[in-house]
């Protein structure tokens, strides 16, 4: 029997509020950047505020199911951090419950989200869509908001162009008024000019009424073309004129049928039927091309009778040369020849472009239907993929509120983004198969998840910043610097008889192996990568150096204390073979690029490796130096 516990239900509350919080604010983003995609075709239109909300509801159901995921990824980290952050994962751990039980009513609660995106995207979605692709086409067609600028030629009005030298906003007086009539073409143009001039739009928004006085008007009596001469015009001065000019500003839906055939306005069913239907009609016109193309339209015309082709088969059967008898023929047949051969190639080029062009348009569309009814699916595993990622880095990052989360949620949505946009683009465009361009990201999320999963439930360290930037200076050959004080309490006082001797022999130690192995000079490349010897001796000086910087760091001098801190930090692999197995030093020295770098690099740690061998021996007299004299010791 299902058992909902009081920590179940904790665990659902705290990630439920911030879930809706979240998930509004990705909403607004979303919709914030899709208004921007179309602020040139909303401003200057003068559109109702019903429209406007229209707008504004349609593009907000298409867009939550896009939203959703990234809710979920920044809800379930942003929890999980609270969590680590407030050491109540931590309590819940050591109470014994592990983190896959943890999120367990999460899991739950993830999978319903799952199930309402995808109910959304298969019926609520195609009909958003539809409403608003017809409502943005609608606005499209729409005229824009009538606003005559001062000083320029304005023709948003179609067949006219207006000028205003100036106008009055406060009366909408319009002065210096000049108006082309260009509706029975720009050679017979109408032509307005007038003093002064007032322009106000009808009731029924689909004329302009303009009121012009003291002007002129020219316009010619009969048609004008390019060899007409002295054409009769008429001129007419007038004190007030009055023009309605056809104007339809009103904003008149588009039929819906319009958006019928985009692939984003049908369900999962629809998409399969209409490319089970788009196939029968490509194969069906694809058969039909095949068979003109084997027919006579694109054979030689010019074919043998039945009695060429025996005589031809004959043993004296003659041999034509296509290129004698070409140049054989007059200047008059060559050039019908090439006339008649260069309207056969392009005709027949022309029409298998033609033809191509309505196979790919088809092709193109069955694989656009086949990316909606894979991205339906895609999109709602994505929410419990990033559900996946989101809970455990909470719970390994273990920093809660709208920082660290905020920062690492849109670092990951982008990187789904950038691969799920570059496999749709592939697989749209025909390079890749439709599944594989839009399961990429969800392939790539899953194993991530997992790991993820996978190590925040047992405990690992993952993101340790101090691993992390270790690994790069151990990369990078940046060591640490000794940090040596006096302490407070000395239990044990070093034995300075000893260290002196020790002192001297690690000096001859230190001399002994850089003459022996010459670390100045170049290794012999082809050597350093055959060796498969540890270098022992040198670990062995750096354990000596260790074990007497040790003891000598429970000394009360403090001359002698901060000539410890000369002494270097020696690392006693960076100078040998980068790997640990000898097949893959081998397999590195053969690839030349690779194993040429590594040899770079081998021989600057083997230069550093001479120097600090010369700073231990410089360091090892100045400290015995300070020990025979005995002072504050």
Same mark, same amino acid.
């Given at each position: 029997?299902?058992?909902?516990?009081?920590?179940?239900?904790?665990?659902?509350?705290?990630?439920?509020?911030?879930?809706?919080?979240?998930?509004?604010?990705?909403?607004?983003?979303?919709?914030?950047?899709?208004?921007?995609?179309?602020?040139?075709?909303?401003?200057?239109?003068?559109?109702?505020?019903?429209?406007?909300?229209?707008?504004?509801?349609?593009?907000?159901?298409?867009?939550?199911?896009?939203?959703?995921?990234?809710?979920?990824?920044?809800?379930?980290?942003?929890?999980?951090?609270?969590?680590?952050?407030?050491?109540?994962?931590?309590?819940?751990?050591?109470?014994?419950?592990?983190?896959?039980?943890?999120?367990?009513?999460?899991?739950?609660?993830?999978?319903?989200?799952?199930?309402?995106?995808?109910?959304?995207?298969?019926?609520?979605? !195609?009909?958003?869509?539809?409403?608003?692709?017809?409502?943005?086409?609608?606005?499209?067609?729409?005229?824009?908001?009538?606003?005559?600028?001062?000083?320029?030629?304005?023709?948003?009005?179609?067949?006219?162009?207006?000028?205003? %030298?100036?106008?009055?906003?406060?009366?909408?007086?319009?002065?210096?008024?000049?108006?082309?009539?260009?509706?029975?073409? !720009?050679?017979?143009?109408?032509?307005?000019?007038?003093?002064?001039?007032?322009?106000?739009?009808?009731?029924?928004?689909?004329?302009?009424?303009?009121?012009?006085?003291?002007?002129?008007?020219?316009?010619?009596?009969?048609?004008?073309?390019?060899?007409?001469?002295?054409?009769?015009?008429?001129?007419?001065?007038?004190?007030? /004129?009055?023009?309605?000019?056809?104007?339809?500003?009103?904003?008149?839906?588009?039929?819906?049928?319009?958006?019928?055939?985009?692939?984003?306005?049908?369900?999962?069913?629809?998409?399969?039927?209409?490319?089970?239907?788009?196939?029968?009609?490509?194969?069906?016109?694809?058969?039909?091309?095949?068979?003109?193309? /084997?027919?006579?339209?694109?054979?030689?015309?010019?074919?043998?009778?039945?009695?060429?082709?025996?005589?031809?088969?004959?043993?004296?059967r003659v041999r034509y040369n296509i290129d004698s008898l070409f140049e054989a023929s007059t200047l008059n047949q060559k050039q019908k020849a090439m006339v008649a051969v260069t309207s056969?190639?392009?005709?027949?080029?022309?029409?298998?472009?033609?033809?191509?062009y309505t196979m790919d348009g088809n092709d193109y569309q069955i694989r656009r239907h086949n990316i909606e009814w894979h991205k339906k699916i895609t999109i709602s595993l994505s929410c419990?993929?990033?559900?996946?990622?989101?809970?455990?880095?909470?719970?390994?990052?273990?920093?809660?509120?709208?920082?660290? !989360?905020?920062?690492?949620?849109?670092?990951?949505?982008?990187?789904?983004?950038?691969?799920?946009?570059?496999?749709?683009?592939?697989?749209?465009?025909?390079?890749?198969?439709?599944?594989?361009?839009?399961?990429?990201?969800?392939?790539?999320?899953?194993?991530?998840?997992?790991?993820?999963?996978?190590?925040?439930?047992?405990?690992?360290?993952?993101?340790?910043?101090?691993?992390?930037?270790?690994?790069?200076?151990?990369?990078?050959g940046i060591r640490d610097v000794r940090h040596i004080f006096k302490k407070e309490v000395i239990i044990h006082d070093p034995n300075y008889p000893s260290v002196l001797v020790r002192l001297?022999?690690?000096?001859?130690?230190?001399?002994?192996? %850089?003459?022996?192995?010459?670390?100045?000079?170049? !290794?012999?490349?082809?050597?350093?990568?055959?060796?498969?010897?540890?270098?022992?001796?040198?670990?062995?000086?750096?354990?000596?150096?260790?074990?007497?910087?040790?003891?000598?760091?429970?000394?009360?001098?403090?001359?002698?204390?901060?000539?410890?801190?000369?002494?270097?930090?020696?690392?006693?692999?960076?100078?040998?073979?980068?790997?640990?197995?000898?097949?893959?030093?081998?397999?590195?020295?053969?690839?030349?690029?690779?194993?040429?770098?590594?040899?770079?690099?081998?021989?600057?740690?083997?230069?550093?490796?001479? /120097?600090?061998?010369?700073?231990?021996?410089?360091?090892?007299?100045?400290? %015995?130096?300070?020990?025979?004299?005995?002072?504050?010791?």
């Amino acid at each position: 029997m299902l058992r909902i516990k009081k920590l179940d239900i904790f665990i659902v509350k705290s990630f439920l509020l911030l879930f809706l919080g979240t998930f509004f604010i990705c909403l607004f983003i979303f919709m914030m950047q899709f208004l921007w995609s179309y602020v040139n075709v909303l401003v200057g239109k003068g559109l109702d505020m019903a429209v406007m909300g229209q707008f504004f509801f349609y593009s907000a159901l298409s867009l939550v199911p896009v939203s959703l995921p990234l809710a979920v990824l920044l809800a379930s980290l942003i929890t999980f951090g609270n969590f680590g952050e407030r050491y109540e994962l931590l309590a819940m751990k050591a109470a014994g419950i592990p983190l896959i039980k943890i999120m367990r009513p999460l899991f739950i609660l993830v999978c319903f989200i799952c199930c309402v995106s995808f109910y959304f995207q298969n019926v609520i979605g !195609p009909i958003a869509q539809q409403k608003l692709g017809t409502l943005i086409i609608s606005v499209k067609q729409k005229s824009p908001e009538l606003d005559i600028p001062e000083g320029v030629f304005y023709d948003e009005i179609p067949g006219y162009n207006l000028k205003v %030298a100036k106008k009055n906003r406060k009366t909408g007086m319009l002065y210096d008024v000049l108006i082309y009539d260009l509706r029975d073409g !720009p050679e017979n143009a109408h032509i307005i000019f007038a003093d002064s001039g007032r322009m106000e739009m009808t009731a029924d928004k689909q004329h302009l009424n303009l009121y012009l006085y003291s002007g002129e008007l020219f316009e010619n009596l009969k048609s004008q073309n390019m060899k007409s001469k002295n054409v009769p015009y008429r001129r007419e001065s007038f004190s007030h /004129k009055f023009v309605i000019i056809e104007f339809d500003s009103d904003f008149n839906m588009a039929d819906a049928s319009i958006m019928s055939n985009a692939a984003t306005t049908k369900s999962m069913g629809v998409l399969q039927t209409s490319v089970d239907s788009m196939r029968v009609v490509g194969d069906s016109i694809g058969r039909r091309y095949y068979t003109d193309l /084997k027919s006579s339209t694109y054979s030689n015309s010019y074919r043998l009778t039945a009695q060429d082709s025996t005589k031809l088969q004959d043993e004296n059967r003659v041999r034509y040369n296509i290129d004698s008898l070409f140049e054989a023929s007059t200047l008059n047949q060559k050039q019908k020849a090439m006339v008649a051969v260069t309207s056969r190639s392009e005709g027949m080029s022309s029409d298998l472009k033609f033809k191509s062009y309505t196979m790919d348009g088809n092709d193109y569309q069955i694989r656009r239907h086949n990316i909606e009814w894979h991205k339906k699916i895609t999109i709602s595993l994505s929410c419990l993929l990033f559900f996946f990622i989101g809970a455990p880095l909470g719970g390994i990052i273990r920093k809660g509120g709208l920082g660290m !989360p905020v920062i690492v949620s849109v670092f990951l949505f982008i990187f789904y983004y950038v691969i799920d946009t570059s496999g749709f683009k592939m697989a749209r465009d025909g390079r890749w198969i439709v599944w594989m361009g839009i399961w990429m990201s969800s392939a790539i999320l899953l194993p991530l998840g997992a790991f993820l999963t996978y190590k925040s439930n047992k405990d690992s360290v993952v993101l340790n910043t101090d691993v992390i930037i270790a690994w790069f200076k151990r990369v990078l050959g940046i060591r640490d610097v000794r940090h040596i004080f006096k302490k407070e309490v000395i239990i044990h006082d070093p034995n300075y008889p000893s260290v002196l001797v020790r002192l001297q022999e690690l000096t001859d130690e230190c001399r002994q192996y %850089a003459e022996a192995n010459r670390l100045r000079k170049a !290794p012999n490349y082809f050597k350093l990568w055959m060796s498969n010897t540890d270098d022992t001796e040198m670990k062995a000086i750096q354990r000596k150096l260790e074990v007497l910087v040790d003891e000598l760091s429970n000394s009360r001098s403090a001359t002698l204390l901060n000539l410890l801190n000369n002494y270097p930090i020696i690392t006693v692999n960076a100078h040998t073979t980068p790997f640990n197995i000898h097949w893959l030093n081998v397999a590195a020295g053969l690839f030349v690029p690779v194993g040429l770098f590594f040899y770079i690099r081998i021989w600057i740690f083997r230069i550093r490796l001479s /120097k600090d061998l010369e700073r231990v021996i410089k360091t090892d007299a100045d400290v %015995a130096h300070v020990i025979e004299q005995g002072k504050n010791l």
